[in-house]
């Protein structure tokens, strides 16, 4: 079959990279794709807002099956309207990804299915969230309703800082995503990700993984889109992962599925494991970056049999295997970044990294120009790595990393740590 990949970040090169080696998969197109995604399929300039744009373009080349990757389409319904058009497409409706794209949205939903989450209230008006905090006291935690690419959260350790965050979201710096605020409990404990497979009403497990969001060494540092990611995530143990699916996942299905929204695709499942049990951070209606470029390399069962089978309704007669080796990714980012950035340094020693046994290099904001691959953003390339333990993986990686020549770009050197440690003993 022709496939069709939305999406251009790191995430998107490692599905298109388990795509590719699908026996399903006849022309695989990316769209808008990168430098890595390219080595996988054919890149396609198409405007992916355009939801009429890329209805045309499938009919054109006969595009059997569609795969969105970020959350933006998904908030915005593309899957709705490739559905109504008859193309078959691997993501939650408009109304099944309001789990992610309103966080009003997702504290309500817990609180009438019964999922674990931090208490909370929603505000429209600064003045009645001030009084709130005021009376709740700190730690707290503030948060935009909408998509605010990771930056709409504040967890505020002091009355001055909570206020602000209120006033700057209430007062318009986050447009639309903060027209109404979430105030809610901090939950302490060891932060995990746990992925499940949907297909509206059986989920399966997808697997685990951690990332690091502080852009320094020892989680120092303003917050990233993710620095860098391991699986699976040992403190997720089996009898964890089991109560995750059981108080989380699966009433989340069936509550959506009572609503009417039944949720087909990936759901991201961000948790804070407590001393009472894991809780609901957040949802992604999607699979996560850097997390993907962890996950995908240790599924050995085909991708896309398993992606068909969620937009078919029919997981229940699927199972899914794993590799045992553990993976990790270091993202290499370009210096300045999460802040502004240069563009245009050149990447050397991508194929020597790449030479390695079990060492992948996912490309992520990069650019070819003519043999040269210059720097396009500020997460430029996943370095990944299998091994036998995170140790072993975390080694292979970093000596991967060593192997690229890129004077403009830096790295977190501690990838895994927590893992480390834990193996360690
Ligand atoms: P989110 O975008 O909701 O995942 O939040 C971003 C980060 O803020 C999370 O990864 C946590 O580290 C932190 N965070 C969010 N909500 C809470 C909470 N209720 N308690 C403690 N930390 C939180
Ligand atoms: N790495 C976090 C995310 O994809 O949302």
Known sequence: MNI???GSGGREHALAWSMAASPLCDRLFVAPGNPGTAQQGENVALDVTDHAAVIAFCRRESIDFVVVGPEAPLVAGLVDDLAAAGIKAFGPTRAAAQLEGSKAFTKDFCAEFGIPTAAYRRFTDAEAAKTYLRNYGVPIVVKADGLAAGK???VATSFEEAEAAVDAMLGGSFGEAGAEV???AYLEG?????FALCDGKTAIPFGTAQDHKRVHDGDEGPNTGGMGAYSPAAVLTP???SRVMREIIEPTLAGMRAR???YTGILYAGLMLTKDGPQLIEYNARLGDPETQVLLPRLKSDLVTAFLAACDGVLDSISLQWRPEAALTVVMAAKGYPGPVEKGSEIRGIAQAEGMEDVIVFHAGTKQEGDRIVSQGGRVLNVTALGTTITAAQKRAYEAVARIDWPEGFCRHDIGWR???????
């Open 260 to 262: 009417g929204t039944p």
């Open 152 to 154: 709409g959260v504040v």
């Open 419 to 425: 893992a480390v440690e834990r193996e360690r003993g």
């Open 182 to 184: 979430v105030i809610e």
């Open 4 to 6: 069709l990949l939305i």
């Open 239 to 241: 009898e964890l992962q």
């Open 190 to 194: 060891e932060e995990a990700s746990f």
